[in-house]
Each structure stands twice: as C-alpha cells, then as structure tokens.
C-alpha cells in the first residue's frame, strides 16, 4: 500500500485540502508519515522501507526548481548544517523557500530548533550570498581554498541567538501554513486524557461506527472548528480531533457569528447528528 498511496500523495500535493484524509488513510492502513527532510525527501512522496517520506515539493513556497538543486547539491554528501545547505545552495536559495523548509521540519534531523534556524536564516542568506561572489573570483583568478573547499567555512559566522526553545503550539501553527495541516503533532494532543475521561469519542472512532452504522441520536466530538464559510443562512466547515476530520453543518446566525470569533484552533466540544452525504460521499 505504501507506493500506491505515496503515488497517489504525490499526485495531489498541490491540493493541501486532499493531504489530510490520505494521510489519515495511510495511518489507518499502518503506513508511517515520515517528516520531510532536506538529506531524504525527494520532490514527492516517496516510499523509504515500508514508510512514506514526506515530499519537499508538497511545502508551499518551495518549487521543483530548488528542490533539484537540493537533490544534486547532496548527492556529493549529506548536508551537515544550515551554515552547510546555504553555502552549497548558493543563487539557487530564496528566502521565502528557505523558511518554509525550516517551517516544514526539514532541517530537524540536523539537530538545532526550529526557531534558532529562523533567527539565522537571514544573516547565513547575506554570508552565503557574500562568499558565493568570493568564489567566483578565487576560481578566476586561481587562488587557493581551504583544504575543506569551503570559504564560508573560514568566516566567522553568526553566533546563534540565544532563544527559549519554540512554544508547541507555534510550531504546529507555523508547520501547518506551509503544509496546510499539522504534521509532527496536534493542538488537541494535551487534550486528549482530558476528553478522554470526559467520554468523548474521537473523530476516527464516530466515523467508524458510522460505517457500522452503529451510531444514532445526537453525539458530541472535541475537535478544531476550521475552514468556516457561509452558505446562504447556514455555516460549513469541519472539526478535526488529529484523528480524523468530520465535515460540519452550521446552523443559526447567533451560533456561526460565535464560532468564527474564536482565536485560530481553539478546541470545542460540538454536539450534533452524524448523517451521510450523497453530494459528497462523506459522512457530516
């Protein structure tokens, strides 16, 4: 299953919208989502063992283009640091990029936070950009490098900003503009004893017994309320519990005008009645 669905993943990585429940169909079929990184992933989904590894082509911000470039530029050697990956990318890095990949996790296996990277992005960006000129004038006029070949190597570079480490909740928000969903974690996670001792089902659990056709009468779920929008008198959107992701129907003017002033992921306890769609297949 893993290299259908990591061709079918690739097929629709331009979608963000169409990730999340294929993602959840490999979770449900016991294939791990590998985090994107910038020494393994290729432009797509790609299977490694029995896993899927996360493509870089499926980060917003960050075209074929470059992620060519980062392919070719490591398969010399594994990029070792930021420092490393701005210095060999040299003209092919933007900024832009450069911070949806951080954003994204793609530099988590190097070992350094997320936020300390963001913090020196722009000063390595300068560095590298500098001494990729200097390059081009040691080659013309044939004066020698390092043993190592690296001019930035022998710079003093930036010193590392002295940041707490990124809160959770900030992080996930970060990853999921340049992803479109959560990837590493959920907003509902520290949540989850808690509702648990509540009785409240989780997403996955409602929709299985949906299919069953084992569920009746009014339920409750925990979940994100997002993607609001109106249509005509009534509110759509969907709950999403990290589990899976319920499509809602809205009803009243004084209830959406509520939810939608709610801060961006903020939990809620919905109540309501699951019924299955003909438009869409789906369950709401």
């Known amino acids: 299953p893993a290299a259908f669905m990591a061709s079918v993943l690739t097929g629709d990585m331009d979608h963000t919208e169409k990730l999340l429940p294929l993602l959840l169909d490999c979770r449900r079929m016991g294939v791990k989502i590998l985090p994107p990184d910038i020494n393994r992933s290729a432009y797509g989904f790609a299977v490694e063992e029995r896993d899927i590894r996360y493509g870089l082509g499926a980060i917003k911000g960050v075209g074929q283009s470059i992620v060519e470039s980062i392919e070719q530029a490591r398969l010399e050697t594994p990029f070792v640091s930021l420092e490393d990956f701005c210095e060999r ?118 929709l299985n017994l949906a299919e069953a056709q084992n569920v009746s009468g009014t339920i409750q779920a925990c979940g994100l309320i997002e993607g609001i929008r109106r249509r005509g008198e009534r509110g759509q959107g969907y709950l999403d519990d990290g589990t899976g992701r319920l499509d809602c129907v809205i009803f009243g003017e004084a209830l959406l005008a509520k939810i939608r002033s709610l801060p961006t992921g903020e939990p809620v306890v919905a109540e309501g009645q699951i019924s299955f769609d003909d438009f869409t297949g789906n369950f709401r």
């Open 89 to 206: 990318m040299g003209s092919h890095l933007n900024r832009r990029a450069l911070e949806a990949l951080i954003k994204a996790g793609s530099f988590d296996s190097l070992g350094t936070e997320r936020i300390q990277l963001i913090e020196r992005m722009d000063s390595l960006i300068a560095m590298a950009d500098q001494y990729a000129r200097s390059a081009r004038q040691v080659d013309l006029f044939g004066l020698p490098r390092s043993d190592s070949g690296s001019l930035m190597g022998r710079a003093v570079q930036p010193k590392a900003p002295d940041v707490t480490n990124q809160p959770t909740r900030v992080l996930l928000e970060s990853e999921k503009e340049v992803l479109g969903l959560y990837l590493s974690g959920h907003p509902l996670d520290q949540y989850r004893s808690e509702w648990k001792s509540l009785g409240l089902p989780t997403i996955e659990s409602l």
